[in-house]
């Protein structure tokens, strides 16, 4: 049998297990199972798409597997340590009547599991299903999706506002920035293009408090609406293996994950001055502060990039900056931008260093201004080409900014349904429309053949643009209500991407036009996907943005 070990790191005092990921096919290899048992309730004898998850007493690394049609599910050996083990699973409309723990012995156990139906299942329920419960028109629960950025929305559904303090709420919350959280509200310094602004006409903030009065528990003991639910995920979903590394600052705000070519885990704070880094086989993790260039702005950090050195960039933010991080020294450099052009909220979302070896040059924006900007590498000099506006006077509210292989770039229009590339040389803009109307496009990668992959977080799709034909083509997700944040493409030329409303991550095979999805075991607010392609196999690295956590899934077929 291989070799296991256990792990005591020092500098976080948590226990943590340290396994190889093995060949394995639905849960079993070739030196046995850990842990294995079947999951049955009254309503079902044997349920399949149920997610077991074993957490070692003491250790901050949660595995997860998934039932197959037999209702079976089963930890491989070489994933599970001997030890006590809290169990956890994940099931829509049930809980986990017993056991709840168990002991693994070196020679493996079984423990059969036993659901009931939940009691409480509006505490179950994703973001997505929420939108697919309440009432009303798409359009207006439409308006809804970008509460996900700081909360839930089961927090307005379960509030007890009346529409004046609703329209109290707006005014408050009007005046947070993006990166908030209920438990840490950051400000927006006043005085600034994207300082607080009614985001509604009079009437239309009114209609929207009087809608979300009437569908929370303002006047009603019980939701006057029934809840639906998602099916659970079968098939191909069900082989899949997922570990959750929980971080040890469990304020941290894992916004972009991302892997280096030595198999380091970094990932961007949303909230804090850090660059995390985290070895993915002991599970430890160092915090590298960031210079704080603006302190009386919002902190924390957005977009995470390689350079073809290797090197780390990220975005400021509301710090107005970009930073380069040295991996091997572990130096900062920072490059503020120049203080004529800073606003009380300026802010720096996206860095493109990824094909800065072209020319030198590094991409970002002012999200404030909507101006668009390129930093000279070489001089450590910004230049301002303005707002981003096609030849044809269409503009672009861009946020995502991925660049080609010859350091143009692309401007995702998340502010509306068409995508633009402006040549490095020229700055002149194109742009062109997807094909559904509202489709948001909001973050992607520009892939080995120099394809464009995007997410329609408004759509709920995945975009693909070859700028050899100028053609757009799209596929849509089969879960509702997905809202993809980013898209990657791996090496074997599947496509994958992940939800910010169902916990859900998805893989598409272009050439097949075939999706499959898998459920994570926790409410996981999903930004940044990363794709490993080291060992053949593609393995998906995202983080729980509001959970503290940073998230594998490995795909067993």
Not at 78 to 88: A, M
Request: aromatic fraction near 8%.
């Amino acid at each position: 049998m291989r070799a296991r070990t256990l792990l005591l790191v020092i500098s976080t005092g948590v226990v943590l297990s340290t396994p190889t990921p093995g060949d394995t096919q639905n849960g079993d290899t070739q030196n046995g199972v850990a842990l294995t048992g079947k999951v049955s309730a009254a309503q079902e004898s044997a349920m399949e798409g149920v997610l077991v998850s074993a957490k070692l007493d003491g250790s901050n690394v949660t595995t997860t597997v998934v039932t197959n049609a037999q209702g079976t599910y089963s930890f491989p050996a070489d994933r599970l340590l001997p030890g006590r083990y809290t169990l956890s699973i994940r099931a829509i409309g049930y809980r986990l009547d017993g056991p709840k723990a168990v002991e693994v012995g070196r020679e493996g156990a079984t423990t059969d599991l036993t659901l009931v139906k939940a009691k409480a299942l509006a505490n179950q329920l994703t973001n997505g299903e929420w939108l697919q419960s309440l009432p009303g028109d798409e359009r207006t629960k439409r308006a809804l999706i970008d509460c996900v950025d700081c909360h839930t929305l089961q927090r307005i559904v379960q509030s007890t506002h009346d529409a004046a303090e609703f329209i109290q709420v707006f005014h408050r919350m009007g005046n947070y920035t993006y990166n908030s959280t209920p438990t840490l509200p950051q400000v927006l310094p006043p005085g600034g293009p994207t300082s607080y602004r009614p985001k509604l006409q009079p009437a239309l903030e009114q209609q929207m408090a009087e809608y979300l009065a009437g569908i929370n528990l303002s006047n009603a003991e019980a939701l006057n609406f029934p809840l639906e639910t998602f099916p659970r995920l079968t098939g191909r979903s069900t082989r899949v293996i997922i570990t959750e590394y929980d971080l040890p600052r469990r304020d941290a705000q894992p916004h972009d994950v991302v892997m280096d070519g030595d198999g380091v885990v970094w990932y961007s704070d949303f909230d804090h001055q850090f660059i995390g880094e985290m070895d993915p086989a002991t599970g430890k993790v160092t915090d590298h502060p960031l210079p704080v260039m603006r302190p009386e702005n919002p902190k924390g950090t957005l977009g995470l990039e390689f350079d073809p050195q290797g090197n780390l960039w990220l975005s400021g933010m509301h710090q107005s900056v970009l930073y380069k991080f040295e991996r091997k020294t572990k130096q900062v450099t920072a490059y503020p931008f120049p203080k004529g052009w800073l606003t009380p909220t300026s802010q720096s979302s996206m860095v493109s260093p990824e094909h800065s070896d072209v020319d030198s040059k590094v991409w970002t924006n002012n999200q404030d201004t909507r101006e668009h900007y390129r930093l000279d590498v070489a001089t450590g000099k910004y230049e301002n080409l303005g707002l981003t506006v096609d030849k044809d006077g269409k503009r672009l509210a861009a946020y995502g900014m991925p660049a080609d292989l010859t350091n143009n770039v692309y401007l995702l229009n998340f502010g509306g349904a068409n995508i633009g590339r402006r040549d490095a040389k020229t700055n002149e803009i194109t742009s062109w429309s997807t094909l559904r109307p509202a489709s948001r496009p909001r973050r992607g990668r520009v892939d080995f053949e120099n394809v464009l992959w995007f997410a329609e977080y408004g759509g709920n799709g995945i975009g693909r643009f070859d700028p050899k034909t100028n053609v757009i083509k799209e596929w849509q997700l089969a879960t509702p209500w997905g809202n993809p944040y980013d898209v990657v493409r791996a090496q074997n030329g599947e496509v994958w991407a992940g939800s910010m409303m169902t916990d859900r991550v998805a893989r598409l095979d272009p050439s097949t036009d075939s999706i499959v999805e898998y459920q994570l075991p926790r409410p996981t607010n999903i930004r940044r996907v990363f794709v490993d392609d080291r060992l053949g196999r593609p393995v998906l690295w995202v983080g729980s943005n509001h959970g503290g956590s940073i998230v594998k899934v490995e795909p067993l077929d």
